[in-house]
């Protein structure tokens, strides 16, 4: 899986992944400008590997605006998604930049997390089987491309635990890989970015 459809994947997760509606309304003030941040701990589970490859770092998800997915160790890179396409740099170096034109999977994945987001789980269970079990503070959540061979969306299943947000997720691909994302020091606030991290989003838009 590119590194690409996994952070759009987690895009998507990081706030749409909760029990029912209600919980959705908990977050459901999520709305422009509101920030969810944390630290992430990521380790890939690749056949042929004896060991998962293991990452860490952390996240600052932006309403409206993208998320910023700095990984700090073992190499210091940073990936910024926003509706406009996706950007990448490493030491300071721009490594990476495509447009969200070329990205169509993006536009789906967002419209999905704005629905979601609303309460309204339509757009997401038209892509995927979901199966929820649990309560709002612990709560299981499966969800399966209900299009097999979708080009969108190459993964046999996502599982994802939490309660107030997301704090587990498993991605499994097609031939067994797979992808766990364990989210820690999770806060939601209104408080401004800072200045780099607002130049940061800012990269992510232009052209």
Known sequence: MSILLRLCLTTLLLLVALPDARAAERLGDFTDGQVLQGRFVQL??????????????????????GLIWQAETPFAVTTVISPAG???EAGGVETMRLPAARLPFIARLYAMLGGALSGDWQGLEEAFTVAREG????WNLRL??????DAA?????????GGQFADRVEIVKPDGDRDILTFLDQRL???P??????????MAGRR
């Open 135 to 138: 309560s709002d503070t612990a």
């Open 86 to 88: 996706l950007v990448q």
């Open 153 to 161: 969306i190459p993964f046999r299943e996502i599982l994802i635990q």
């Open 144 to 149: 399966l491309p209900r299009k097999a061979g």
């Open 193 to 202: 970015l800072s200045a780099e991290d607002m130049q940061l989003l800012d």
């Open 189 to 191: 606030s209104g408080q």
């Open 44 to 65: 890939r589970q690749l056949s042929g590997f004896p060991a998962p490859l293991k990452s860490e770092g952390r996240f600052i998800l932006v309403a409206g605006r």
